[in-house]
């Protein structure tokens, strides 16, 4: 606006933010328009014939590639609402500096002034929050992907001076071995490092990955190593729900799924021989089975434990790429989770308890949504499918 007086000098141009605004929408357009095309590739590419698990492998990342350009998508698009919303105020701001000019004014022009100046502050710093936030939950981290022929023992060196003293202290004292450091907690494996016969995977639920918790996660893993003999992962590698009420969101399960596909992909890499188990407690049911979707999940073994349903309608729509792969359920005699299912419906869609779901059932587990990974029955089951 071109002001005839020099009282009132604004530092945002209405238009200019409107500019900016308007290149933002059509940036975010055009990564999900790319995000879209990525997501069809896999197919476009199997259909060739390619198929097996080297094809898997190198199709695994395409999922996350997707997730990330939609990530970035969202971001843009929530900075474009943010300067065009300002845009907006500060047109309001311009009209009303123009009353007030005619008016002579003075002191509304001046306070004009602080309320723009203050506009531009607080864009500014909605904008660095926002790149932040894209920071937190859209940081690649880093992971065990990257770093195929890295030996475990420098991959452990590296991120250890990443974490607190004392979350390394717990894993020193769980003779852990770190794998992963990202935005959702820390990754750690327990037990043999160089060629173990088996690898447990745990994907934990709403609320999980604090610091704070990861000694409990911990001595659970380290009551499947002894169930089954082989080495277990306490699998951080995603940003749960902060709540039980956040965990209605599938937006965490879509994101997760595709890292957990890219790290069993990572896994099957080293350590081809060795039988791949997954363990999903709770919304990690739901994880696991968007990463079994597709490309597919690396997995012989998958255990859906008090699960609140998961996306796919039947073992059949799961992509699961292990040797003789098996579906495993299990729900606690007095897991309240089971409300949130009603015969083949749940909350996430299907249930996986449900006989159509066409999951063995392990039946006999006793307690409630925590008592899965102390239950006898189910440690039995577990050790059994691994024989």
């Known amino acids: 606006m071109n002001n005839p007086h020099s009282l009132y000098h604004p530092r945002l141009d209405p238009a200019d933010l409107r500019t900016a605004s308007s290149a933002l929408t059509r940036a975010a357009a055009d990564s999900r328009t790319r995000a879209g095309d990525i997501e069809h590739a896999p197919d476009i590419i199997l259909a060739t014939g390619f198929a097996g698990a080297t094809a898997a492998l190198g199709v695994a990342a ?11 998508a969202t971001m843009l698009e929530h900075a474009a609402q943010i300067l065009g919303s300002s845009a907006s105020v500060q047109e309001k701001l311009d ?4 009353v007030a000019l005619h008016l002579h004014l003075a002191e509304v022009v001046h306070q004009l002034n602080l309320i723009a100046w203050l506009l531009d502050l607080n864009i500014a710093r909605a904008l660095r929050e926002l790149g932040r936030g894209a920071g937190a939950d859209g940081e690649t981290g880093d992971r065990l992907a990257d770093h195929p022929r890295e030996p475990l023992p420098a991959i452990d060196a590296r991120l250890a001076s990443t974490v607190p003293a004392s979350t390394l202290q717990e894993i020193r004292a769980a003779g852990g071995t770190l794998l992963e450091v990202g935005p959702g907690g820390t990754t750690v494996m327990v037990g043999d490092t160089v ?9 934990a639920g709403v609320s999980t990955g604090r ?11 380290h009551v499947v190593a002894k169930a089954t003999g082989g080495s277990v992962v306490v699998w951080q590698g995603y940003t749960p729900p902060p709540s039980v009420v956040h965990g209605i969101d599938p937006s965490a399960a879509r994101d997760g799924g595709a890292e957990l596909a890219q790290f069993q992909a990572a896994l099957h890499e080293r350590y081809p021989h060795a039988r791949q188990t997954v363990v999903a407690h709770s919304y990690g049911t739901v994880v696991a089975a968007r990463a079994a979707e597709g490309p597919g999940l690396f997995v012989d073994d998958l255990w859906l434990l008090g699960s609140p349903g998961v ?13 003789n792969p098996q579906v495993f359920v299990a729900d606690a005699d007095r897991d309240p989770i089971a409300v949130t299912r009603f015969r083949h419906d749940a909350a996430h869609g299907y249930s996986p308890s449900a006989e159509a779901f066409g999951a063995t059932r392990v039946d006999g587990v006793r ?4 008592a899965y990974f102390t239950d ?12």
Request: hydrophobic share 45%; charged share 20%; aromatic share 4%.
């Open 211 to 221: 610091p704070e918790q990861l000694a409990g996660e911990l001595a659970k893993a």
């Open 311 to 323: 996306a796919a309608s039947s073992v059949d729509k799961l992509e699961l790429l292990g040797s």
């Open 195 to 203: 060629d173990p016969a088996r690898v447990t995977t745990m994907v």
């Open 62 to 72: 395409f999922p996350l590639w997707a997730t990330r350009l939609l990530s970035s």
């Open 367 to 370: 307690g409630g949504h925590g």
């Open 95 to 98: 009209e009303l500096a123009y």
């Open 376 to 387: 006898p029955v189910l440690l039995d089951a577990l050790a059994r499918a691994g024989r």
